[in-house]
Structure formats: structure tokens, C-alpha cells
């Protein structure tokens, strides 16, 4: 951990403090991804601030787990390259614009299939619209994370990676774009419980921030 730059260490560090404070927490009855998680903006529980707080949540240990590994190989590599202050800045603009993606999707979501109705069929009954809102609760680093691999493919678009199960390296700008195409064809198949569009939207503002950077000074080389 000594020699990880400060922002990729500390970001480590945070959410693993939150994710096992939200553990600690549970056990005296309070839901702390209820309370920090990113809830749909039309909801009763939503709050501006669940636009930062909620990249620092997680549902899960493999959540956490693959989010944090993404962030501590290709996080410090961005963070040498651009430096502290701009790497924490896309971390966290590219989070918030992720959240602000999957608050545009459930908003066009609730629009064609929800507004109509005063209650929705969950499958267990039919719960007021109002009650159902406030359960639509997003929580995770994975749109700042997937901005970070988006930023990594478009800085090191040669780099050879090896990802599992592919029995071959490939480079990291094939790797970037196929995952950003496999995203996309599961946002579009229909719901499983994770926030598709919000991984796109956090490297759509990646790609936003990085091609205006190139323009302001040169930095954030794109080779694609």
C-alpha cells in the first residue's frame, strides 16, 4: 500500500472503511446503502448528495472486490500519468455522471412504464408508486471505474492484457471497446438488477473529459 500514489490508496481505502461500516451498521438495523445509495430523483428518500456518496457504497464483496482490484491496476497507472488532482477529479466527475445517466434512464423507464399507475406489480404484490420509487436504489464505483478503464485503453491503446477466460493477450483498446459493446447489449436485453447504462454513461463522460483535455494542452493521448 506505500506505494500506491495517495489518491488511488485512499479511494482503497474509503470504500473499504464504508462497505464494512455498512456491514456494522446492518447489525444495529440501520441500511447504510439506503441512506448513501443514489435513489431515482422523483423518489421521497432521494437527496442531491447520493450523487457522490453512492460510488462509495457496495451490495456485495464481489462487488466491492472487482471494483477495487479495477481501481488499484489501472487507477494508479492513470493517477502517475495525469497526477493527484486531475486524476481524483475525473474519478469523481465520471462517478457522478454515471449516476446522472441511470437517473435519465429510470426517469425515460418510469415515463413509458410506471407514471400511468398509482402502485407497480413486483411479483409480490402491488406496492404503491411511491414505495416502489424509493426502491430503486443504485449503489457501486463501477461507473467511476469503468471511465477508468476507458481512459486506460485510450491512453495505452497498445498495452497487452490478458483477461480471462481468453487464452490470448489483447489490446487494451479491443478489451475497452468490447466491454463497452458488451454493456450496452445488456442494458438493452432488460433488467438484472445492474446498472448497465450507468457503466456507460461514466465512460461517456470519460471519453467527454479526456478528448477535452487533449484539446486544452495535449495531455490524454487518443490513439484510437
Sequence with gaps: MNNLPTITKNLLII????FF???VAQKYGINLNDYLGLHFFLASDFNPAQLITYMFMHANFQHIFFNMFAVWM???VLEQVWGPKRFLFYYILCGIGAGLVQEVVQYIEYAVSWSHYSGVDTGYGILPMGEFLNQLNTVGASGAVYAILLAFGMLFPNS???????????KAKYFVMGYAAFELLLGLGGHDGVAHFAHLGGM???IFL????KKQNGNGQIHF
Design 210 to 213: 479526456i478528448v477535452y483535455w
Design 160 to 170: 497487452q492484457m490478458f483477461v480471462f477466460p481468453i487464452p490470448f493477450p489483447i
Design 204 to 206: 461517456l463522460f470519460g
Design 74 to 76: 489501472f487507477g494508479r
Design 21 to 23: 461500516g455498512a456491514i
Design 15 to 18: 470504500n473499504v472503511l464504508c
